[in-house]
């Protein structure tokens, strides 16, 4: 058995920055990939950033004001977000990805707001 916990999501002002964190523990030999989803009243979830051993991903929307790193020893994920904007406003889950057995698992999620 896997557990995600995500925190520290918050209200923030326009131009504010917030820093997630998400840490996985359980039955984990390793982790292939981990990476935070966003999903606004009313939309899909969207990917945000992903990250593996060796690379990241962005959403067009985040790049340059997003950044997603990784403790793996800790199987730990952080995303520091900054020039936040109240499009981004949104649940943030947290999503990590187990490569033996095969299998995802998610966060219950943290609120981001921003607004003035």
């Known amino acids: 058995q896997v557990q995600v916990v995500e925190s520290g999501g918050g209200l923030v002002q326009p131009g504010g920055s917030l820093r997630l964190s998400c840490g996985a523990s359980?039955?984990?030999?390793?982790?292939?990939?981990m990476g935070w989803y966003r999903q606004a009243p009313g939309k899909q979830r969207e990917l945000v950033a992903t990250?593996?051993?060796?690379?990241?991903t962005y959403a067009d929307s985040v790049k340059g004001r997003f950044t997603i790193s990784r403790d793996g020893a800790k199987h730990t994920v952080y995303l520091q977000m900054n020039s936040l904007k109240p499009e981004d406003t949104a649940v943030y889950y947290c999503?990590?990805?187990?490569?033996?057995?095969?299998?995802?698992?998610w966060g219950q999620g943290t609120q981001v707001t921003v607004s003035s």
């Open positions: 999503k990590v990805v187990v490569p033996i057995p095969l299998a995802v698992y």
């Open positions: 990250i593996t051993t060796g690379s990241t």
């Open positions: 359980g039955s984990i030999r390793s982790i292939s990939a």
